[in-house]
């Protein structure tokens, strides 16, 4: 039982040691992009809610991030392409249809520096956001992914697990 917790904890203090120590700011999450599904490395904040004005259908949506540095080791990277391929098998029409979106955020890069804090993020990390026109209600980190690395069909199961709950809870 002990040894679950050392794998995060080694991971955050060898990046630590590799200089892409993540950095915290002042600024809300809320963050969406502009860019398609499963390719945006730039997340922005979400519209303004002037924007919509008018609307009176709620649009509702989940967003999958994969938080990542710069520095990214064989199991940062096969978290990601875990993530990614039971994102795609699992959600093909949810991710055509826009209800959901998967993006790979480096927050070594300054405009995403904000997540650190905001997820209180302290290593490679995979959080599903529930959105409602624009605004983040809830958001849950999968910390089993790190539990779950060697055993990809258990990996899977959890990721597609747990988006569909926030799916529909929308």
Same mark, same amino acid.
């Given at each position: 039982?002990?040894?679950?917790?050392? =794998?995060?904890?080694?991971?955050?203090?060898f990046?630590?040691?590799?200089?892409?120590?993540?950095?915290?700011?002042?600024?809300?999450?809320?963050?969406?992009?502009? #860019?398609?599904? *499963?390719s945006?490395?730039?997340?922005?904040?979400?519209?303004?809610?002037?924007?919509?004005?008018?609307? #009176?259908?709620?649009? #509702?949506?989940?967003?999958? &991030?994969?938080?990542?540095?710069? &520095?990214?080791? =064989?199991?940062?990277?096969?978290?990601?392409? &875990?993530?990614?391929?039971?994102?795609?098998?699992?959600?093909?029409?949810?991710? +055509?249809?826009?209800?959901?979106?998967? *993006?790979?955020?480096?927050?070594?890069?300054?405009?995403?520096?904000?997540?650190? +804090?905001?997820?209180? *993020?302290? #290593?490679?990390? /995979?959080?599903?956001?529930?959105m409602?026109?624009? +605004?983040?209600?809830?958001? +849950?980190?999968?910390?089993? =992914?790190?539990? /779950?690395?060697?055993?990809?069909?258990?990996?899977?199961?959890?990721?597609?697990?747990?988006?569909?709950?926030? *799916?529909?809870?929308?």
């Open positions: 039982m002990k040894y679950k917790l050392i =794998v995060p904890v080694l991971v955050a203090f990046a630590l040691l590799a200089g892409s120590a993540w950095h915290k700011d002042d600024q809300c999450a809320a963050g969406v992009s502009d #860019t398609p599904a *499963l945006g490395n730039v997340v922005k904040q979400a519209p303004d809610s002037s924007e919509n004005k008018g609307q #009176t259908k709620s649009q #509702t949506m989940v967003i999958a &991030y994969y938080f990542h540095t710069t &520095y990214r080791c =064989v199991s940062c990277k096969k978290i990601e392409a &875990y993530s990614r391929e039971a994102i795609e098998s699992g959600f093909a029409e949810q991710l +055509k249809n826009g209800t959901l979106q998967f *993006l790979s955020v480096n927050i070594d890069e300054s405009e995403n520096k904000r997540f650190v +804090k905001d997820y209180q *993020l302290y #290593t490679k990390s /995979l959080v599903i956001c529930d409602e026109n624009g +605004k983040q209600k809830e958001w +849950k980190n999968l910390t089993k =992914v790190w539990q /779950l690395i060697r055993n990809k069909d258990e990996f899977v199961k959890y990721v597609q697990d747990e988006i569909n709950n926030y *799916l529909k809870e929308s």
